[in-house]
């Protein structure tokens, strides 16, 4: 029951950001670009809710704003992501030639750690937003297109697929109308993971000063202009933290949630199921 | 066992040609001619000719990654465009802060973690585990740069115990070394806790009730000796894995916490040269990374093999 | 040595109260065997665990009865007192050998453990000494070298005689055993019950067996309890239950064996419809959803034990002679079935 109630609420608080995000220009009452010298970092009052920054501009418009490239980066990256996982996955975990390539090219991106990987990219293309998605996307959909193969090759000598095959049904029917189907539920939670996870990492692309342009309000580059006044104005810090906290929160917690959904045991099946691979590696491996 | 370490070590060697791959065609994918890219708008045509046949940038580009591949097995990454000194000697000079900066990180992921697992545990049955569920959760959703804010907030301006930035080397003696390496580390080790906490829980309870774990409660023997002995065995197994994980995001967060506690560290070098374009040390850095993060997991799983006897009598 | 008085053992769970073990009474004299039979769900596990308290509680809980060992009720004892009666005084064997021990540790630090809990004095030499006696007991073959193999290095019956030296570790007065021979192949069965017998002679020890296979308690029980839903519903020596069965569903069990002394219009009958829900029980009779010698008065009375001779008892309302002529019509009634 308590687990129900914060699924609804943190989907509600979800909707709510993008809402309040895409509709900014219609309700915010003082314009977030609007720059007045006069008002520098002033601490938050009753007409700026979160204070303004060190252009005089108003912190709780600015922050509000800012979701704006936070969620379009985490949407693309987390859709582009599940899609080319998807794909490479369900081909790698079906077709065994192209499984040996593949695995081996996955591992290598993955011998990266993912902002690191995401870093470099986005060094040698450049910080522009397509730029930084396309960084991202290289950087996380190794993960799913893992864990996709292995959903795959799980389920890939259980009957009804061995059944389809024999009726004669090609590959693409396979792999579309049985195989996708069944592999869905960790595709949908790993795909709300990296939603999460790459919000979390443009801003720190754009807190590094290799991210988003610094003239677009970004909750990173917010955070990047607030590091030398931390002292003096606390609340440019805060507020734009507290923002990107909630946001991530809000789907780390959907994305539990569907997990439970999905399966109420899935920590423990998927660790078994982990053991199991690995021994299973090693007699494969032959043993003394 | 010995067959496992052979073939483990083995498997090694494709995943690092891939990475050199990925490592090479990084400076390939810049828009563009990269040596104009690196000399900026302004430079003649000879010194842009100049650089190229420096870099090699003249050759097919089949011809410049075996290149770039038979240099990297000579122990050779270039040169700095910034400061001339080889790539090697750059890094090289680099390593000990992050080093430091990792190993300290990762005793206090333990320190912290594996009490906290045991307690939440042994707490099971309480309200403490949907609240430490929460937490966990809560941990990593913060970032980790405005958590060192937040830090820097609280201890450069509130109580100012620790500093904020800098760095000692050890040869300074350890004391200077631990008083200036404590706040960072300890916010690079916070992002990890939760999520290594909430895997040795997880491998905690799976193993709580499995049936050796009655075994030894029918021979007599107290709850917390079930707890501390025979169900941490066997979680600690799996977690080793974790450990590879949690390392991953170790030498990512490095780079910010560096940049941000202004600790001269690989992480920091790296910041440095993308904004100085010096392409040489962006690719000898993120090579250098990759390979100690393979190195380690390749460690991690063979300690998993060693502390599992199912794999290593086998 | 140790009595069971109207136990009731139920489990607090989502769905409901599941009453698993529901008035219970039952003695076992120092040095005898009893065997425990029930389909699963029965409760027979649950109430094996009870007896040293081994359920997990919450789920379960005691809402009555009372389990006097020795005298003393093990309900009442502080967690102190019971961890000395676990393995010391009380030890168990359970079903599954291949996952009973942990694979981190070799067996031979397995069997040291539950000497150690109960003799913190004995000198190591003295311990190993032990480890390697115990493993010859339970016929370990070159117990020296076994000592520091780990779990998966042996075989299912080898793991089965590895946890009963654990349980013998401390010359325990009463051993339980958990479907010991379920997991195993059936030579190996016969090798395990035998090697209990032996045991039982050498060491003295009384023994609870546990089992839903009324064949493996036939040459081994002084007495056996047949369980139903959380009840007994029939007890007796093994000739009573075999040959002179007094409750349908103990005939049920009987006719469920396979075996080479009886008409083969009478074998290997599977009892109709699925254990009970001990959620919510059905009226009345627990078995008569399932009885095919139900009576209208079925559904409306449990019946409690009545006695059917010298310590046999059983819970029907058809009396012995009442139970011999409906078994015959119904054998009649099938053959002819059988035939047309």
């Known amino acids: ?288 | 066992m010995l067959q496992y370490t052979i073939r483990r070590f083995i498997s090694v060697i494709p995943v690092m040609f891939i990475v050199s791959v990925i490592v090479f065609l990084l400076v390939h994918l810049t828009p563009g001619n990269p040596a104009y890219l690196i000399l900026g708008e302004d430079s003649s045509q000879e010194s842009i000719k100049q650089l190229e046949q420096q870099l090699g940038l003249d050759k097919p580009i089949v011809v410049q990654f075996f290149d770039w591949i038979k240099n990297i097995l000579t122990g050779d990454l270039g040169q700095s465009i910034y400061s001339s000194e080889p790539v090697t000697q750059v890094i090289f000079d680099r390593f000990g802060p992050t080093f430091s900066l990792m190993l300290l990180s990762l005793i206090f992921i333990l320190v912290i973690s594996i009490p906290i697992a045991i307690f939440v545990v042994a707490m099971r049955k309480t309200i403490l585990d949907p609240i430490f569920l929460t937490i966990s959760l809560l941990g990593v959703s913060i970032p980790e740069f405005w958590f060192a804010i937040l830090l820097v907030l609280a201890f450069g301006v509130t109580f100012p115990i620790f500093p904020v930035a800098g760095y000692a080397p050890i040869a300074e003696g350890v004391f200077s070394w631990l008083y200036y390496l404590i706040l960072p580390a300890f916010v690079l080790a916070a992002v990890e806790v939760g999520l290594i906490a909430r895997m040795l829980r997880d491998g905690m309870l799976e193993s709580i009730n499995q049936d050796y774990t009655r075994t030894v409660r029918a021979k007599g023997v107290r709850e917390s000796t079930v707890l501390m002995k025979h169900v941490f065995a066997n979680a600690l197994i799996p977690t080793t894995t974790v450990v590879g994980t949690a390392v991953a995001g170790l030498l990512g967060g490095t780079v910010i916490i560096e940049t941000l506690f202004t600790i001269p560290g690989i992480g920091q070098l790296l910041i440095d040269s993308i904004y100085r374009r010096d392409y040489p040390v962006i690719q000898g850095v993120v090579l250098i990374i990759s390979a100690i993060y393979v190195l380690i997991n390749l460690l991690v799983d063979l300690l998993y093999a060693f502390l599992d006897p199912r794999i290593r009598y086998d | 040595m140790l009595e069971v008085n109207d136990l009731k053992v139920h489990l607090d769970t989502d769905s409901g109260i599941v009453k698993a073990v529901d008035g219970v009474s039952f003695t076992v004299e120092a040095g005898k065997t009893i065997g425990i039979v029930g389909e699963s769900g029965s409760g027979k596990s649950v109430l094996a665990m009870s007896l040293t308290q081994l359920n997990p509680q919450p789920p379960a809980f005691y809402p009555q009865g009372e389990i006097l060992f020795e005298g003393k009720n093990v309900l009442k004892r502080t967690k102190k007192d019971l961890r000395k009666i676990r393995g010391n005084d009380i030890a168990m064997i359970f079903q599954d050998p291949m996952s009973s021990l942990n694979p981190v540790f070799n067996i031979g630090d397995q069997i040291k453990e539950a000497i150690r809990t109960h003799d913190k004095k004995m000198s190591r030499q003295d311990v190993e000494k032990k480890v390697i006696e115990l493993l010859t007991d339970v016929g370990i073959p070159d117990p020296k070298r076994r000592i520091n193999d780990y779990p998966h290095q042996f075989s299912g019956g080898m793991r089965q005689r590895v946890l009963i030296a654990i349980a013998l570790a401390c010359k325990p007065k009463l051993l339980i055993a958990d479907e010991p021979t379920t997991a195993l192949d059936v030579t190996i069965q016969a090798q395990i019950l035998e090697l209990m017998k032996d045991i039982q002679k050498k060491y003295g020890t009384a023994i609870i067996i546990i089992t839903h296979d009324l064949g493996v308690v036939a040459n081994i029980a002084d007495k056996i309890l047949v369980m139903y839903a959380g009840r007994i519903v029939e007890e007796g020596s093994v000739h009573d239950i075999f040959y002179r069965t007094s409750m349908p569903y103990t005939w049920s069990l009987l006719r469920s064996l396979p075996r080479l002394d009886i008409d083969e219009s009478e074998r290997l009958l599977t009892i109709k419809g699925q254990p009970p829900d001990l959620i919510h029980p059905p009226e009345g009779c627990k078995f008569n959803p399932r009885c095919p010698f139900v009576s209208p008065e079925c559904l409306k009375m449990d019946p409690p034990l009545t006695e059917r001779g010298s310590n046999h008892r059983a819970a029907c309302i058809l009396s012995n002679e009442q139970f011999e002529e409906a078994k015959q019509a119904l054998i009649i009634a099938e053959r002819k079935g059988v035939h047309s």
């Open chain 1, 1 to 288: 029951m308590f687990k129900k109630k914060r699924n609804i609420l943190a989907l509600s608080l979800l909707l709510l950001i993008s809402l309040a995000t895409t509709t900014a220009s219609l309700w915010l009452p003082l314009s977030p670009a609007y720059i007045d010298p006069s008002q520098r970092l002033l601490s938050p009052s009753e007409t700026y809710w979160f204070g303004t920054d060190d252009f005089g501009r108003d912190l709780f418009g600015r922050t509000i704003v800012a979701a704006r490239v936070s969620l379009l980066v985490g949407v693309v990256v987390s859709l582009v992501s599940t899609v080319l996982g998807t794909i490479v996955g369900l081909v790698s975990g079906y077709y065994k030639k192209a499984d040996f390539i593949l695995m081996r090219i996955i591992d290598g991106m993955l011998a990266f750690p993912a902002l690191l990987l995401a870093l470099s990219l986005v060094a040698a293309l450049g910080g522009s937003i397509t730029n930084i998605i396309i960084a991202l996307t290289f950087a996380f959909f190794p993960v799913m297109t893992r864990i996709v193969r292995s959903a795959v090759l799980q389920i890939n000598h259980l009957q009804y697929i061995e059944a389809a095959k024999t009726t004669g049904a090609s590959d693409i029917v396979i792999l579309l109308r049985y195989m996708l189907p069944n592999v869905l539920s960790p595709i949908i939670v790993q795909g709300t993971f990296i939603f999460a996870k790459a919000i979390l990492a443009e801003a720190a692309l754009s807190f590094l000063g290799v991210g988003v342009n610094p003239s677009i309000p970004t909750w990173g580059n917010m955070l990047q202009e607030s590091q030398i006044y931390v002292t003096i104005a606390p609340w440019f810090s805060i507020f734009p933290g507290i923002a990107i906290v909630i946001t991530v929160l809000t789907l780390n917690i959907l994305g539990d949630g569907i997990r439970d959904a999905f399966d109420p045991h899935s920590t423990n099946r998927k660790k078994k199921r982990f053991l199991r691979r690995r021994n299973q590696d090693v007699t494969l491996n032959g043993g003394s």
